[in-house]
Nanobody, 115 residues
Framework: QVQVVESGGGLVQAGGSLRLSCAVS????????MGWYRRAPGKQRELVAG???????IYVDSVKGRFTISGDNARNTANLQMNSLKPEDTAVYYC?????????WGQGTQVTVSS
């Protein structure tokens, strides 16, 4: 069993910051990749940021320069620092962890940015 748990969502005004945290626990043998995704109302889920075990990161264009993903291989965690938040960043944010060929998802955490 592998558990993925997100925390850190909430309500913030435009221009503000939030930090999301993701922790993976359970029968972990090797996490290849961790990612943050989001689903806004009426839209499909999209990748926000991802980080590979070696540290390589990827971001969707709309968050480049504002969001930063970081990972800790020893602690099996991945954080997402979100700065200069915009109302269009409002969504449920999900963390995923890839172990081998299996992908595990958290329950999601709501981020709401007010204008």
């Amino acid at each position: 069993q592998v558990q993925v748990v997100e925390s850190g969502g909430g309500l913030v005004q435009a221009g503000g910051s939030l930090r999301l945290s993701c922790a993976v626990s359970g029968n972990i043998f090797d996490i290849n990749y961790m990612g943050w995704y989001r689903r806004a109302p009426g839209k499909q889920r999209e990748l926000v940021a991802g980080i590979r075990r070696g540290g390589t990161t990827i971001y969707v264009d709309s968050v480049k320069g504002r969001f930063t993903i970081s990972g800790d291989n020893a602690r099996n965690t991945a954080n997402l620092q979100m700065n200069s938040l915009k109302p269009e960043d409002t969504a449920v944010y999900y963390c995923s962890a890839t172990l081998g060929s299996a992908i595990y998802w958290g329950q999601g955490t709501q981020v709401t940015v007010s204008s």
